[in-house]
């Protein structure tokens, strides 16, 4: 049988192998192939080798001119829908205001919960969708999208309805997940809220298949392990799989939680010490690290070094929201992690494609194999490493989804 197109002249092809994540030294194995092709049938990936080694007939040929190309990156943590703008928050905090003064001056997350609240379905969709595409263009492929900013059962709905519209129009992959973010200012109505979420939310979600994943932020000022463990071991009942925000500004037990139920991914990490560290490394659960928060909110780095020393199995995220993240690309999200959180390059590549496909619980993606999606990225230049490298100018010259090219 013909396969129906064949790409060459790629100067090198980069991907990492095999279904499962890269743990530890695992890592930094990448598959190098020079003057490389690729043959793509259906959307999928037909067959991947040296150029001299393709035998086979296509129905038509591809010449790239001599560039790398590499899977599509996957963008396993955004939070990509919301209305509003934290314009002055930025300039209130650049200027020295506290976390809290910008709270109780109407700022902060529960300005963008107000804002999302009072947006429609097609307003919410208008805005996130140049977000989305920056993504892409930056070479993500397939990119997860939370809810989170809705704070009542019908508001997270609709939050998702609108994640849900947003995959209908965008080119690029959307992934649902269920962020169960802050709990209600009133402490008195936390118990309440976890009874909605775990009543009404969570198996309204899974019946309507709004989403595949539930998340819950663990932390000091949100949910208590307590509190999360009844919301994710109920979500595994619908199965839903299950992630947690944890360890961003103090560890309180959700690595451990985490890992307890099986999560996908446990993601921040800036706060995890030693014990978390390991306690994540012997698992199966990927450490999603997010650099960008690092940089706009000036905290401490996520232990990336330490956690791919002790085995863990490392994923790159944008996290691109308004308040914590403003970084509208995937690239520059790896090119961070190898400059703050001491990655190498061929680890940011893992990171921010097989291992991120893995923290969405998908394998078929995030490496160039034949059977998987034929998502991938062609860069402007002939190395690989460009990716990385590059800081504020796109190293991605075109980004193609299921065999098709769609930016570029
Ligand atoms: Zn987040």
Not at 36 to 59: H, Q, Y
Not at 265 to 288: F, P, R, W
Request: proline share 3%.
């Amino acid at each position: 049988m013909k396969t129906e197109l064949l790409v060459t002249g790629i100067s090198e092809l980069v991907t990492a192998e095999g279904a499962a994540a890269r743990h530890g030294r695992s890592m930094s194995e990448l598959k190098i192939v020079k003057n490389a092709a690729m043959a793509i049938s259906g959307g999928r990936v037909d067959w991947v080798g040296a150029r001299g080694e393709w035998e086979g007939e296509a129905e038509a040929t591809l010449d790239l001119g001599g560039v790398a190309v590499l899977p599509g990156l996957v963008d396993p943590h955004t939070h990509a829908v919301w209305a509003g703008d934290r314009l002055g928050d930025f300039e209130a905090r650049v200027a020295g205001a506290t976390y809290e003064e910008i709270l109780l001056a109407g700022g902060g997350i529960r300005s963008t919960v107000r804002a999302t609240a009072a947006a429609t379905l097609e307003e919410l969709v208008r805005l996130a969708n140049p977000r989305v595409e920056a993504l892409l263009r930056s070479g993500a492929t397939t990119i997860e999208v939370k809810s989170g900013y809705g704070f009542a059962i019908a508001a997270e709905v609709a939050m998702l309805e609108a994640i849900a519209a947003l995959a209908v129009e965008s080119k690029a992959r959307i992934v649902a997940t269920v962020l169960i973010h802050l709990p209600p200012a009133d402490a008195a109505e936390r118990p309440r809220y976890v009874e909605q979420v775990c009543g009404e939310l969570i198996p309204e979600v899974a019946r309507r298949g709004l989403a595949t994943a539930v998340d819950v932020f663990v932390e000091r000022e949100a949910w208590s392990v307590v509190e999360a463990e009844q919301m994710l071991v109920c979500a595994k009942k619908h199965r839903l799989a299950v992630k947690l925000h944890s360890d961003q500004f103090h560890s309180i037990g959700g690595v451990e939680l985490g890992v307890r139920v099986g999560a996908l991914s446990v993601d921040h990490l800036e706060a995890a010490g030693e014990a978390q560290i390991a306690a994540i490394a012997a698992s199966e659960t990927v450490a999603t690290i997010l650099p960008g928060v690092s940089l706009h909110l000036g905290i401490p780095a996520a232990p990336g070094r330490k956690l791919i020393d002790a085995g863990a199995a490392v994923a790159v995220g944008t996290d691109l929201n308004p308040g914590s993240s403003p970084l509208f690309s995937c690239a520059a999200a790896l090119g961070l992690a190898v400059r703050m959180n001491g990655l190498t390059a061929q680890e940011g590549i893992v990171a921010g494609t097989l291992n991120a496909a893995c923290a969405l619980g998908l394998s078929d993606r995030g490496r160039l194999e034949a059977g998987c999606l034929a998502d991938f990225v062609v860069l402007r230049g002939a190395d690989w490493r460009e990716l990385v490298y590059v800081l504020g100018a796109n190293a991605v010259r075109e980004v193609w989804v299921g065999g098709r090219r769609v930016v570029g």
